[in-house]
């Protein structure tokens, strides 16, 4: 009699072998066959002749900026003009008609006024001085569009007298273009070392004078040449016994 022994938990479990009757799956095999294509994508049919199409709404074209309006340059109508004004007032007559020129909104035919001034030296007591002189004392240059407007103000100014050559029946002529670079150029900018200056002086050909400062100290003779572009008086002296014409400055000369 065999009795059942209870199974030791412990114990290995004896291995089980395959039998005949049992079966083994067989292991997967790649299968080298494409796979079968899948049912064709289904094609939007064609518009047929009862289809109706919808209408296409076109893109509407972009708004282009608008173009910038250039405006055209308006003419230089304005020309130089002598006036004629009271002597010794052309500064205050040209703030005057400047400051009527903004009240009455005449700016676009007004351009500006021109005093042409020069430098002069001259001497006090051995000092030498220099001040400005008017070229034109009594006149101004003004440049301005000339119209009945503008002469009004100009004649109704206060030290005004008119405009040079114009009369009843006819307009004055402008500053020929040369004349009025000739006469702005007279006066040039402070410290231009290149800038002759003017200095007055009372000396005439044929004047006797005596050498008051430098080598010739003391000694006299005879003006015979008037160089202003140097300021210079040509004297002739006697040196050693013969006339030598020197230059000298004018302020190392005097009147005997």
Do not use: C
């Not at 130089?80 to 005449?106: F, H, M, P």
């Amino acid at each position: 009699m065999v009795t059942d022994e209870p199974a030791n938990p412990d114990s290995p479990s004896p291995a089980i072998e395959p039998g005949a009757h049992d079966q083994i799956a067989p292991e997967p095999v790649a299968s080298s066959a494409e796979p079968e294509p899948g049912p064709a994508a289904e094609t939007p049919d064609e518009p047929g002749a009862n289809d109706q199409l919808e209408p296409v709404s076109e893109a509407e074209p972009e708004a282009e900026a608008p173009a910038v309006a250039v405006e055209p340059e308006l003419p230089n109508n304005k020309h130089w003009y002598i006036v004629k004004v009271q002597s010794g007032r052309e500064e205050t007559i040209k703030e005057a008609i400047e400051r009527k020129v903004k009240i009455e909104g005449l700016e676009e035919y007004f351009g500006q006024i021109y005093i042409p001034t020069e430098k002069v030296t001259e001497m006090r007591k051995s000092k030498r001085y220099t001040r400005e002189k008017k070229t034109l004392p009594g006149y101004i240059m003004a440049e301005v569009e000339f119209n009945d407007r503008i002469l009004y103000l100009f004649r109704e100014t206060s030290g005004v007298g008119d405009f040079v050559g114009a009369t009843n029946n006819k307009p004055p002529p402008p500053m020929p273009d040369h004349e009025v670079k000739r006469w702005r150029q007279e006066q040039k900018k402070d410290g231009d070392k290149d800038t002759p200056v003017a200095v007055e002086h009372g000396f005439e050909i044929g004047d006797r004078v005596k050498v008051k400062d430098g080598m010739f100290k003391e000694m006299e003779g005879e003006v015979k040449e008037i160089i202003e572009a140097k300021n210079q008086v040509g004297v002739e002296l006697i040196i050693f016994g013969r006339p030598m014409k020197v230059e000298l400055e004018y302020w190392q000369v005097e009147h005997v």
